[in-house]
């Protein structure tokens, strides 16, 4: 069974800095884009940023995240810095078999989704 769990969300302070992670089963990573997506209370899910299966090509919707892959780990991995109040949503990933990533984040589509990570920005 392909699944896709994300961790390394909680509260912190506006300025501060988390390290998601998206650890997959059932399946490798390596032929798979993979992208990170949020959805903040009340509005509709956006994405953040989406790497192809090599890690050659990346989409970013935000320069202060920075997305990276491990493939030997089967691990995928968002980087936040300067996070701010607004930044505030429950943070996906998901995998794609055929999408290249630009396609992926722009369409907001995936063949499989996380079941989601609360981050909380707030003082």
């Known amino acids: 069974q392909l699944q896709l769990v994300e961790s390394g969300g909680g509260l912190v302070q506006p300025g501060g800095s988390l390290r998601l992670s998206c650890v997959a089963s059932?399946?490798?990573?390596?032929?798979?884009?993979i992208g990170w997506f949020r959805q903040a209370p009340g509005k509709g899910r956006e994405a953040i940023s989406c790497?192809?299966?090599?890690?050659g090509r990346i989409f970013y919707a935000d320069s202060r995240f920075t997305v990276s892959r491990d493939n030997a780990k089967n691990t995928v991995y968002l980087q936040m810095n300067s996070l701010k109040p607004e930044d505030t949503a429950v943070y996906y990933c998901?995998?794609?078999?055929?999408?290249?990533?630009?396609?992926?984040?722009?369409?907001?589509?995936?063949?499989?989704w996380g079941q989601g990570n609360q981050v909380t920005v707030s003082s």
């Open positions: 790497i192809s299966s090599s890690g």
């Open positions: 998901a995998a794609d078999s055929h999408r290249p990533a630009e396609t992926m984040c722009r369409m907001i589509a995936a063949d499989s």
């Open positions: 059932g399946f490798t990573l390596d032929y798979y884009t």
